[in-house]
């Protein structure tokens, strides 16, 4: 088992917070390639309004190739804006991309953030071609919860809605032992995530701990998938990437996996671990693309 960190796992939370934040604040100079359609209501539930955020880039044609960016936020916190940076990024590279938000625990349960996103999925390839989508190819990219909702609905649903998926900092198996400990024993000074976001602990309800576990549900027919991860990584440990992506390739799908040696659970700040990651992020971008189409040589900016 995995020696806990409680102290590290306390201070990684609130920085992946800071780092939210601070993303959210970043702004494109100068003419922007592209433009953004905010606040779109993809769905209404249970008194809701569902929004999400539409990056369309200048150069929009049917072909145009769909991302969609999920947010993370240990499926309690965070919004689409989190995922801004993606949208400025890809769209400037020719993509358009979708932010949506998703109901959030502890009010609601999973699988409340999956059929929200599948809401936005449908209202996608009904609403799409308002913006001229067609949407023949649609990826997803997520970071850390968010990668987690990519993943799950990538390989639960048939057939996949995606036909590519980045996951960043994914946890993909919540019955893991450290994970089943943290929810009967929630460390101190932060909540009991995945308690309040599942409905109770493993002992509980583990049909729904093993049913929110994308690992379980890996299969030949997969999308193929990139993942990165860090060793330092005190929230999702970086054990979680590397059992999927061996389950991934032992059934038969195809999956990258990049470690990040030192990386915490996105916190960058060393440039040794900033150059690593932006190499990493720009090979996953390159992997995105559709086959035999040029993207335009430029660097990813900074998450």
């Not at 960190?5 to 934040?21: F, P, T, Y």
Request: glycine content about 8%; overall charge positive.
């Amino acid at each position: 088992m995995l020696k806990v960190d409680w102290l590290g796992i306390w201070w990684e939370s609130v920085a992946a917070g800071l780092q939210e934040s601070l993303i959210r604040r970043v702004r494109i100079r100068g003419p922007r390639p592209f433009s953004v359609q905010k606040d779109l209501v993809y769905a209404r539930t249970e008194g809701h309004n569902l929004k999400a955020d539409l990056f369309l880039p200048k150069n929009l044609t049917c072909e145009t190739p769909i991302l969609v960016a999920i947010h993370g936020g240990a499926w309690s916190m965070g919004s689409k804006a989190g995922m801004s940076w993606v949208g400025w990024l890809m769209a400037s590279r020719g993509w358009a991309v979708l932010c949506p938000n998703y109901r959030l625990a502890p009010r609601f349960k999973f699988p409340a953030p999956c059929e929200d996103l599948k809401r936005c999925l449908q209202w996608l390839n009904k609403s799409g071609s308002e913006w001229g989508l067609k949407g023949h190819y649609v990826c997803a990219f997520g970071v850390s919860a968010g990668a987690h909702l990519a993943l799950l609905l990538a390989l639960k649903e048939e057939p996949s809605p995606f036909q590519k998926v980045v996951a960043i900092f994914p946890p993909t198996d919540l019955t893991a032992s450290y994970y089943v400990e943290a929810a009967r024993h929630p460390p101190p000074l932060i909540p009991n995530y995945l308690k309040d976001f599942l409905g109770g602990t493993y002992e509980e309800l583990p049909e729904v701990w093993r049913a929110a576990s994308p690992i379980y549900f890996v299969h030949r027919q997969a999308p193929p998938c990139f993942l990165i991860h860090g060793t330092k990584d005190r929230l999702v440990p970086v054990d979680q990437s590397i059992r999927f992506a061996n389950a991934l390739t032992s059934a038969g799908g195809s999956v990258r996996l990049r470690i990040i040696e030192g990386l915490g659970h996105g916190v960058a700040v060393r440039p040794r671990l900033l150059n690593q990651l932006r190499s990493a992020l720009n090979e996953a971008l390159g992997f995105l693309e559709p086959q035999g189409r040029l993207s335009p040589a430029r660097s990813p900016a900074e998450p």
